[in-house]
């Protein structure tokens, strides 16, 4: 006998009863971004491996270690995105985004790709809700981007910190780096090996090292460093009035760099505890130099990512109860194989509808669809019975009360479309 072929490490089955909860986040999602006036992207789940190259970062982790790269017959590299905002700003440049009325305002949904130690909420291939605004400078969009990514946390209840920072620009971000290094180069034996390569080429990914250790040393080298050039201090500074005025309560960390080369100015992260070492569940910031640097006009641009396995893993742990649109509605159980007909026509009528029905096609005695039809979570259970449509009726019973009446079947879809509708908030919930 042949053995068993499982899943690749890192990689998740999501399996019927936990991808209702997956849905219920990805339309609450599509809700808020058509709130704030945002429509949806697409773009392909491969790119060339240059775009990552040149837009993510040569020194991030994720260029160096974690992207699934290969070749194609024509010997052209490729790689699974490890994220969203590159491929969404390629495709503004290629498909001639700017041409039209700006700002453009894009959300997206997808898979994403990174070969990283897998552990709580961090798999080899993640999913991730995001979204990114083109053409619009002003400190207020910033405010605006952060405030919608609370409120699309705060929708669920949960209880979350948001971090801000400003990473200054290409005229007062060197003035950090020369900071930095010249606060940890006496202490290169101390850093991991990782480490002592960003001090060389990029310090300030040391903010960003999954050590503590070499964090810690970073943050006591940056602690006190006021680096911001006057413009990208009056951008932060109106950023967080901004925030006030809308009362988005946030943490100002002068540390935090956000994983990712193509960030200017304002940066932030939304962190959740109790979730092991991953206490992120989202973030992003403004990426101003990366239209230009994919060959567009020069274009700011600002966005945000969150990780759809952390949000349910955070909404978990904080015990919120994720609503349910999956379960069924009717389930008709024939006490003879004879109506089997009658059943088929019936569920095509329910459904034509709108109603979610189903039936048993595995031969079962009635009483074992009645116990199946209890395992299904439907709310109402419609029996077909000889004697009964003979006198042009079906019995109708109530799962939740455990009643049963006969209704007459003319006027059963009307009579389960009203009891649905009295039950709703009943049937339709189920804790997470």
């Not at 116990?371 to 004697?387: H, M, N």
């Amino acid at each position: 006998m042949p053995s068993s072929i499982n899943r690749p490490r890192g990689t998740i089955d999501v399996l019927p009863g936990e991808v209702e909860k997956w849905q219920y986040v990805e339309e609450s999602f599509r809700r808020i971004c058509r709130e704030y006036g945002y429509a949806e992207i697409r773009t392909p789940v491969f790119e060339y491996t240059e775009l990552f190259d040149r837009g993510v970062g040569e020194t991030t982790d994720i260029i160096e270690k974690e992207m699934y790269t290969f070749l194609d017959r024509s010997e052209r590299s490729l790689s699974l995105r490890p994220e969203g905002t590159a491929p969404i700003a390629r495709a503004y440049v290629e498909d001639k985004l700017f041409s039209g009325p700006q700002p453009v305002k894009v959300y997206y949904q997808g898979p994403m790709f990174r070969y990283d130690r897998p552990q709580a909420g961090r798999y080899r291939q993640f999913h991730q809700l995001g979204i990114e605004v083109f053409g619009a400078f002003s400190p207020a969009i910033d405010a605006e981007v952060i405030a919608m990514s609370m409120d699309f946390c705060r929708r669920f209840g949960l209880k979350l910190d948001l971090h801000i920072n400003s990473v200054g620009c290409g005229v007062c971000r060197p003035v950090m780096r020369e900071k930095l290094y010249a606060g940890l180069r006496t202490r290169l034996e101390d850093l991991c090996e990782d480490c002592r390569l960003r001090l060389e080429r990029n310090p300030l990914r040391i903010l960003d090292c999954k050590e503590k250790r070499c964090r810690g040393m970073a943050e006591e080298a940056a602690a006190g460093l006021n680096f911001l050039c006057p413009e990208c201090g009056d951008h932060f500074e109106k950023v967080r009035n901004y925030l006030d005025v809308l009362d988005v309560k946030y943490i100002v960390d002068h540390c935090l760099v956000r994983g990712l080369d193509y960030y200017t100015r304002t940066a932030f992260e939304i962190m959740a505890p109790g979730i092991g070492a991953q206490r992120s569940v989202g973030g992003g910031g403004r990426y101003d130099g990366l239209v230009e640097m994919f060959g567009g006009p020069p274009t700011p641009g600002i966005g945000y990512a969150m990780g759809l396995e952390r949000l349910l893993l955070v909404m978990q742990e904080q015990g919120l109860p994720v609503p349910c649109s999956g379960r069924l509605d009717v389930y008709i159980v024939t006490a003879e194989a004879e109506l089997e007909g009658k059943a088929l026509r019936l569920l095509q009528e329910l459904r034509g509808n709108g109603m979610h029905a189903d039936k048993d096609y595995a031969g079962r005695s009635m009483k074992a669809q009645l116990k199946q039809a209890g395992k299904s979570g439907a709310p109402f259970v419609v029996i077909l019975g000889s004697d009964e449509l003979r006198r042009g009726k079906v019995a109708l019973k109530d799962m939740l009360s455990g009643s049963q009446t006969e209704v007459p079947l003319a006027d059963l879809v009307a009579t389960v479309t009203g009891e649905i509708d009295t039950h709703f908030t009943k049937v339709r919930r189920f804790k997470g």
